[in-house]
Each structure stands twice: as structure tokens, then as C-alpha cells.
């Protein structure tokens, strides 16, 4: 869960996470994206979590 009020590399911050990481052709695109909090998205690294994109 992210806090909004963490300040910036706070491990609950919130940061943008691509599904598919644009090292691997994903698009930066509203879609392709989602919240996730710094801890989380920094141990993804660049793996793609195999999610199927919702259709907007």
C-alpha cells in the first residue's frame, strides 16, 4: 500500500509502474501503467508481472 505523504524513495511511496517494463516494448501509456509503492516497484526491476492489460 502506498502512503501519499511519504516523502520521495520512502519505501511506501508511490511511483508509476509499467506492466510491461518499457525495456521490453511496453508502451507509456495510461493502460500500461499503475501505482505501486517504491519498495515494490524497485524489487520488480524490470520483470513483467504477466498481467493482462485492461482494456480502457
Same mark, same amino acid.
Given at each position: 500500500?502506498? *502512503? %501519499? +505523504? /511519504? !516523502?520521495?524513495? #520512502? !519505501? %511506501?511511496? !508511490? +511511483? &508509476? *509502474? #509499467?506492466?510491461?517494463? &518499457?525495456?521490453?516494448?511496453? !508502451? #507509456?501509456?495510461? /493502460?500500461?501503467?499503475? =501505482?505501486? =509503492?517504491?519498495? =515494490?516497484?524497485?524489487?520488480?526491476? *524490470? %520483470?513483467?508481472?504477466?498481467?493482462? &492489460? /485492461? &482494456?480502457?
Amino acid at each position: 500500500m502506498t *502512503d %501519499r +505523504t /511519504a !516523502p520521495r524513495f #520512502h !519505501p %511506501r511511496s !508511490p +511511483t &508509476l *509502474d #509499467h506492466v510491461i517494463p &518499457l525495456s521490453q516494448g511496453g !508502451p #507509456h501509456t495510461r /493502460a500500461n501503467t499503475r =501505482c505501486a =509503492c517504491f519498495e =515494490c516497484n524497485s524489487k520488480r526491476g *524490470d %520483470r513483467g508481472g504477466n498481467e493482462q &492489460l /485492461a &482494456l480502457i
